[in-house]
């Protein structure tokens, strides 16, 4: 009986011992969250959708080491954003670079060097970002206005369509991945799918997204609003060949009046500082919050050289005999007032170690040593932390894109207001021919002219069928096989039966 | 005189019993052996009454005792005795020599229970007088061949470097670091230790187990199969080595100090052709190879340059006859308060090369206090210890060219090569648990018990760069804290005939906490010292958190029915934190039954066997992983890029949450590795115990090892970890042992063991794809994890021999095209000759094969023991049978860079079978450097080599004083000896010593051999 008694204790105590630590076993860490954890409150929901612009941001200026196992390259691999104008035919490397000579002359398997280049890793991790955040963004309750939740959600709905769209742009047909996660192998959908799929998204989202976000200019101009929508929109119209309603699109960014064409002398405060009202979308950077590019990975990188920057030579240049036939205007009187704000012409005489002097001239130098001046920092060699925000839509390119979409469905008059608004800022003559294939010839000329650096030049000839007019290294039958779009990685093989690789690049390098 | 006051004595008291009757007395007997000898310090009590002595050193003890009381006395080495006293004869006792095998109580999973009654695989093996003779680091190379079943392989010479300890066959699947082992766990007095956190947080790669002195050690118990340890639960899986410390003896104090010092020499290094020899191989060379245009450097041309005729043995100069010290020293003594331990240790092994070695302080202090009549136990341990190892930052090169000057040649004295730089180790730990231990009533008893454990480490190493001028160092710093706290209730009645049960219930809680912090700095060098100072700008520091808890309740019933049918089974639950709230719980059964045979009627008249038992069980274990928050999903707030940039950080100055990326997200179906053991044993012991033999087959299937498997990039996700391999481990174990007295002066104690495993991966993820094994920065391990066939076998190709004629290099009769060698070489008479395996005329990756087992099939061990009078001799040899291994360094040093003249020293080629023409039948293919590819080539079959052995491990010489012998001594006891260690070693590999080699087999050419010690040393017994 006694021993009785004493095991009923000995067993109650043990399970007192028990119950009393249940919580025992809940076991955190401390210097980050669970994903439990992760989406209580209206600041994580903030957090959330930002990060997401910081994995698109990061897409898009280069994956690093971290993000792809074992890749060849020890570090972040440059200037993704080059995408888009490395092999429009207009660019040279000045320091005999390998990797960007193979990759202007298209050869884009042939060098391991290149293979992140070819990684659409990172845009998929800002889709997943999104599809998490419109996943977990709705039950969230603490700290979120209702109003501020639909924004987010559209904020997010509107990235995640972007990043299909860019990468649309770059590889031709992506999966389309619109469910958090998903780890099924996904196969490519075709362009017209994915550009459809973007359209859609965009028209869900238009109507929670603001013309304005909180905060200055730059700020409020690198997050998703209705302009950068509608801006998507038309460009996604563009590849659909749906012009009229891509030239609606931008009727609509107009008619708001939030945007203007500035005046040139409006460039810097538009390229260096985002501080422009022609600004639609840019990806952020600022040095002040510390978000800022050094020797890798920003649009600045590889153009600047000493006295903006350390680097002593040029990378990326676009010889002064290609300037020359860009712009007629300034070979005939000097009248096109764009040259001298996106070229200068360094005195490479000076040491290294030194400030290096600008010739007033901007096409003084030599034949490889002009410098593209588009975007610039402060003349500092001593540092280089670059924050100029990255246009990725602004006014005068959807001026230009409306001007493309009515020459095509012929509405002359209209696409000649828009063009010459162009080149009236731009101080050229006024462009008065009227007939539809001159006028859709003129207004891609001036995209070029304009848009030159700015990672529209490839996408528009791609887009168009063009690119072998301009790439000696393009033939028209490797481009209606694929060749104007990039490979797909060997990574996205893994595990991923669906994949295929481009027609083109299964027989090229 | 004293003869007459003695008689008077005995007659006062002899009357005084006699009259008195009932009343107490003090009383005088004596405890003596069978043989009449006295039995010293043999403890004599009166039960149910606070009252005991011990003899003195002829035996006699004196109590006050009345008739009626039951006296009880013990010693070591004699079975307990209980007289009930009713008159003076009585109090004669004679002790009879304990049979070990029989009554020796075994310290198994939260109890002990008695040999005979032992249903699991178990294994003890006393510490201490293995120990006495030998200077090691921690216990695992005194294990080495001791049990059967248990691998032990010292992949290093280096000291403080970590043994490899398997238990019963490699149970452990990774895509890439091809070393990883499945390691047992470690139980010290009931507390398991943290033996390895993850190696995130793992600050020094000490051996974590050379923090326990191994002088302190008592006895080592290795449970091997899953009923004996699946009340370990979840960690139980690759086996338990429990460990049991030196407590006191009843007896006055024992004083030991044991001082002994060896000398480390130089064991067999790489074979070197020094000087003009390797002068004339270079020449040879050039004049065979060299292409139009490529001439001698002049260091081999010039004869007025001073060191044309040199000969620099680097190897001799950067390897040198170094010391070993070890010193112990305790205090240990038991009496009715309960006993006391204290003991203390110093170590100092200073390796063979230059810069390396490892120290040891130690200090341990265990007491136990008995109170409310004994019926209660309190018992406290503390032991505190430091190691401290020293490195060189990276390995040094040894392999110099011979003829380039030591660096103590007068004419280049100054200029350094070594590379400078210094990494030191430390690891401090303290241990300190309390138990309470309460018979509550007759065969029920409570014990209770709170452990904790702190380990810090810390590392610092300093590197200077010679060439850039700058230094780099790093500063680490890692905590660990371990908190346990176990309950259990013991129950152990006996009722009717013979029948005897033992009921455990327990429940305990564990966390453990790591922490680290690691800051890393460049500078120019003769700024920097060797703690960080934080130049501006170019420091990077880092730190880290984890943490995670256990809870568990287990359940142990071992049920006797006259020791002759035994049955047990145990069951334990664990609780993890490292689990998704729905997946947390794991349970761990177990079922044994054993059959001591002998005791049956039928075996009555066969008098030769002693003893006779039949075991057989079944078993579920667990192992889990090291990440804590793997299946949580932890999220990721970014990190500073290289620049100190926040882009990965912020968007707009908004920060939040990602996923990890990389390892997948929360996975709530992420559970234990499972491993269930099938095990059935023999028991046999022959003539009184003379002859002992073991025997044990088993199967053990480990499920659902964790592994990652790659997730398609449109997922965001680079992989997500899944229990997705199994691995079946089979084998038989066999022990022999002998303990043959010869005379009363000699006798002879030999144990043979060995053990047969046969290792096969049975499933792997991704539809049993192949994993071969590639490391993080890609380079390919050359090893690969197969279903069907052994882990980690080497992936190669296969060498045919060597084209000794152009007709031998196959045509493919479509084409008309020659085999196309690798790297589209255009094959030639001197070049390896590969198997084709997919016969495309083409050798390439495809065709590799699996070319070999790195997994020892035969392992064992072979210990002698002659005694004679005070002599004695111990001889330790341990096997490895039936294991591939690769010859790395030799292929390393047969493949030559263009440049190769002046920048390594070459073996002598006269050892090596090495082509230079037409005919030579030759193993190794032309070694022309200018080739346009090297046919000394990675994953070459021609390297893989028997590695097989056989080691006399150690042997140990003394001679023991003790009193018997002469009794004038001034202490107790003491004992002179002399051990050699790693006296031999037979194998069939050409290298330097089969046994360094990794895991998976390679002989790493940075690799840091095994010295040779000779040790003196005197143990004292005061």
């Known amino acids: 009986m006694k021993n009785k008694i004493i095991i009923a204790v000995g067993l109650a105590v043990i399970t007192i011992t028990g119950e009393s630590c249940k919580k025992w076993l809940d076991e955190l860490p401390l210097n980050t969250v669970t994903e439990d954890q992760a989406w209580k409150t209206g600041s994580d929901a903030e957090g959330a959708v930002a990060a997401a612009f910081a994995i698109f941001r990061r897409g898009l200026s280069g994956l690093t080491k971290d993000d792809t196992p074992a890749t060849t390259r020890n570090g972040s691999w440059g200037d993704y954003y080059f995408w888009g104008d490395g092999r429009s035919g207009d660019w040279i490397t000045p320091n005999n670079d390998s990797d960007w000579e193979a990759w202007f002359q298209n050869h884009l398997l042939q060098r391991t060097e290149l293979e992140p280049l070819s990684n659409w890793r990172l845009f998929y991790r800002a889709i997943e970002q999104c599809n998490l955040a419109m996943d977990k963004i709705p039950e969230i309750t603490d700290g979120l206005t209702a109003e501020r939740k639909k924004q987010l959600l559209a904020d997010a709905r509107f990235l995640r369509a972007l990043s299909h769209f860019y990468a649309a742009r770059i590889w031709g047909d992506v999966p389309i991945n619109l469910e958090s996660r998903n780890v099924r192998p996904l196969g490519r959908e075709p362009l017209e799918s994915v550009m459809r799929m973007v359209v859609d998204e965009v028209n869900i989202a238009l109507p929670d997204l603001s013309w304005r976000n909180k905060g200055t200019l730059k700020e409020s101009m690198s997050r998703g609003t209705k302009g950068a929508a509608l801006a998507l929109k038309a460009h996604a119209y563009m590849w659909l060949k749906d012009y009229k309603a891509a030239s609606d699109a931008v009727k609509e960014i107009i008619a708001s009046t939030t945007f203007k064409l500035v005046p040139i002398e409006g460039f810097r405060s538009l390229f260096d500082q985002g501080e422009s009202e022609e600004a639609i979308f840019h990806m952020y950077y600022s040095a002040k919050k510390g978000e800022f590019s050094d020797y890798y990975g920003h649009i600045m990188t590889y153009y600047l050289t000493n006295p903006y920057t350390s680097r002593a030579n040029l990378t990326l240049a676009v010889p002064k005999s290609k300037i020359l036939e860009i712009y007629p205007d300034y070979v005939r009187d000097g009248s096109d007032k764009r040259v001298p704000e996106f070229f200068q012409s360094i005195d490479f005489s000076v040491s290294a170690s030194e400030l290096r002097p600008v010739f007033p001239d901007p096409l003084q130098n030599g034949e490889r040593e002009i410098m593209f001046a588009k975007f610039r920092k402060v003349k500092d060699i001593s540092y280089s932390l670059m924050e100029a925000p990255v246009p990725i839509f602004r006014y005068a390119d959807v001026l230009l894109l409306k001007a493309e979409a009515d020459a095509r469905l012929g509405n002359i008059n209209d696409a000649l207001i828009n063009l010459n608004a162009i080149r009236a800022r731009a101080g050229i003559p006024l462009f008065t021919r009227d007939d539809q294939p001159t006028v859709i010839e003129e207004v891609l000329a001036e995209r070029r002219r304009e848009l030159i650096g700015e990672f529209q030049r490839v996408y528009d000839l791609v887009r168009l069928g063009r690119l072998h007019e301009f790439n000696p290294d393009v033939t028209l039958q490797g481009e209606k096989d694929g060749a104007g779009f990039c490979p797909v990685s060997r990574e996205a093989f893994a595990n991923n039966p669906n994949m295929e690789q481009t027609y083109y690049w299964q027989f090229n390098q | ?1022």
């Open chain 2, 1 to 1022: 005189m004293k003869a007459l006051m003695k008689g008077v004595c005995f007659l006062f008291a002899a009357l005084v019993i006699s009259l008195s009757g009932n009343a107490q007395s003090v009383m005088t007997g004596k405890v003596s052996d069978p043989d009449g000898k006295p039995v010293v310090g043999a403890s004599v009590a009166v039960r149910g009454k606070n009252i005991g002595t011990s003899t003195d050193t002829t035996g006699t003890f004196r109590l006050r005792i009345s008739v009626g009381d039951t006296l009880m006395c013990s010693s070591v080495g004699f079975e307990s005795r209980q007289i009930v006293f009713r008159r003076s004869g009585d109090l004669r006792i004679t002790l009879t020599e304990e049979n070990k095998t029989l009554s020796d109580v075994v310290v198994t999973g939260y109890k002990s229970q008695i040999r005979q009654e032992i249903t699991g695989s178990v294994t003890s093996v006393k510490m201490d007088k293995i120990a006495e003779g030998q200077a090691a680091e921690s216990f695992g190379s005194l294990l080495q061949g001791k049990v059967a079943g248990v691998n032990i392989q010292l992949n290093s010479g280096e000291p403080g470097a970590t043994p490899a300890i398997i238990i019963r066959g490699l149970a452990a699947v990774t895509r890439d670091d091809a070393s990883a082992i499945s390691e047992p766990l470690y139980v010290i007095d009931g507390v398991p230790i943290i033996s390895k956190m993850s190696s995130d947080f793992a600050i020094t790669s000490t051996n974590v187990l050379a923090d326990l002195n191994p002088s302190d050690i008592e006895d080592l118990v290795v449970l091997k199969d899953a009923s004996a340890a699946a009340i370990y639960g979840s960690r139980a899986a690759n086996g338990v080595i429990l460990i049991t410390t030196k407590k006191g003896k009843r007896g006055k104090p024992q004083i030991n100090v044991n001082i002994r010092t060896g000398v480390n020499f130089v064991p067999q290094l790489q074979d070197v052709a020094g000087g003009i020899k390797e002068r004339e191989q270079v020449k040879r060379l050039y004049d065979l190879y060299a292409p139009y245009g490529v001439t001698m450097p002049a260091l081999y041309t010039d004869v007025t340059n001073p060191f044309y005729n040199n000969s620099s043995d680097w190897q001799g100069y950067m390897y040198r006859t170094s010391l070993t010290q070890d010193y112990n020293g305790s205090i240990r003594g038991a009496g009715d308060f309960g006993q006391y331990s204290i003991s203390m240790g110093y170590m100092d092994s200073k390796g063979i090369l230059f810069n390396t070695g490892f120290k040891r302080y130690s200090v341990m202090a265990n007491t136990s206090l008995n109170a409310l009549k004994n019926a209660l136990v309190i018992n406290n341990t503390l032991a505190i210890s430091r190691t401290d190892q020293n490195r060189n930052p990276d390995a040094l090169s040894t392999d110099n060219s011979t003829l380039l000057p030591l660096p103590n040649n007068p004419l280049v004295k100054g200029a350094e090569v070594f590379q400078p730089g210094n990494y030191s180790a430390l690891n401090d730990r303290i241990r300190f648990s309390t138990e309470a231990a309460l018979n509550v009533v007759k065969n029920l008893s409570y014990k209770a018990s709170l452990s904790l454990e702190y380990l810090r480490s810390m590392a610092d190493s300093l590197v200077e760069s010679r060439r850039t001028l700058r230094a780099s160092n790093k500063s680490g710093i890692g905590e660990s804290q371990n908190v346990l706290f176990q309950n259990t209730l013991t129950y152990t009645p006996k009722f009717g005939d013979g029948h005897s049960l033992s009921i455990l219930l327990g429940q305990s809680m564990e966390r453990s906490e790591g922490k680290i912090t690691t800051v890393n700095s460049v500078s120019p060098a003769p700024t920097l010292s060797q703690t960080v100072n934080w130049p501006k700008g170019n420091s990077i520091g880092s730190s880290n958190y984890t943490a995670s808890s256990l809870l568990s309740y287990f359940s142990r019933l071992d049920y006797s029915f006259q020791q002759k049918y035994l049955l047990g089974a145990s069951i334990r639950t664990d609780g993890s934190s490292k689990f998704g709230k729905a997946n947390r719980w794991g349970v761990f059964p177990s079922i044994s039954a054993g059959w001591n045979f002998y005791k049956e009627g039928l075996f009555s008249n066969i008098t030769w066997l002693t003893n006779g038992k039949i075991r057989g069980s079944y078993g579920l274990s667990g192992t889990t992983w090291d990440n804590n928050y793997l299946a949580l999903g932890v999220m990721d707030g970014g990190i500073l890029d290289r620049y100190n940039s926040l882009l990965q950080i912020s968007y707009g100055g908004i920060s939040g949450f990602t996923p990890t990326w990389l390892n997948g997200f929360k996975n709530d179906n992420l559970t234990w590795v499972k491993t269930s053991m099938a095990n059935v044993g023999l028991d046999l012991s022959f003539f009184g115990g003379k002859v002992e033999m073991i025997v044990d087959a088993y199967e053990k299937l480990t499920k659902g090892l964790l592994l990652s498997t790659s997730l398609p990039t449109t997922s965001g996700y680079n992989e997500v970890y899944r229990n997705a391999a199994d691995v079946l481990n089979r084998g038989v174990e066999f022990t022999v042992s002998t303990n043959l007295n010869f005379s009363k002066s000699f006798s002879w104690n030999t144990n043979l063991n060995f053990a047969y495993n046969k290792n096969r991966v049975v499933q792997l993820p991704d539809g049993n794809a192949d994993i071969v094994k590639v490391g993080e920065s890609g380079q390919d391990f050359g090893s690969i994890v197969r279903t069907g066939v052994p882990l980690n076998g080497f992936f190669f190709y296969e060498s045919q021999g060597i084209y000794q004629t152009e007709s031998q290099i196959p045509v493919d009769p479509k084409t008309g095209r020659r085999l196309v060698g690798l790297q589209n070489k255009k094959l030639q008479v001197g070049d390896r000759n590969f198997k084709d395996q997919n016969g495309d005329y083409r050798i390439d990756a495809a065709d590799r094969i699996y070319a070999g087992d790195p997994n020892s099939r035969w392992t064992g061990g072979w210990t002698n023991d002659f005694i004679y009078k005070g002599f004695s001799l111990n001889i330790v040899s341990t096997f490895v049978i039936g294991r591939s291994i690769v010859n790395t360094v030799l292929l390393d040093r047969l493949r030559l860079g263009k440049g190769f003249a002046g920048s390594s020293s070459l073996p002598n080629f006269d050892n090596y079978s090495i082509w230079e023409q037409s005919g030579d039948n030759a193993r190794f293919p032309t070694l022309n450097p200018w080739g346009d590819v090297s046919q000394i080539t990675k994953y070459d079959s021609e390297y893989i080599e028997d590695g097989s052995y056989f080691k006399i491990k150690s042997a140990t010489l003394s001679y023991t004083f003790n009193k018997r012998i002469i009794p004038r001594l001034p202490f107790e006891r003491a004992r002179v000896y002399c051990t050699a260690d790693n006296l031999v070693t037979f194998q069939k590999y050409s290298g330097p010593d089969a046994e360094l080699v990794t895991i998976d087999g390679f002989d790493l050419s940075k690799g840091y051999p095994m010295r040779r010690m000779l040790l003196f040393g005197i143990s004292l017994a005061l």
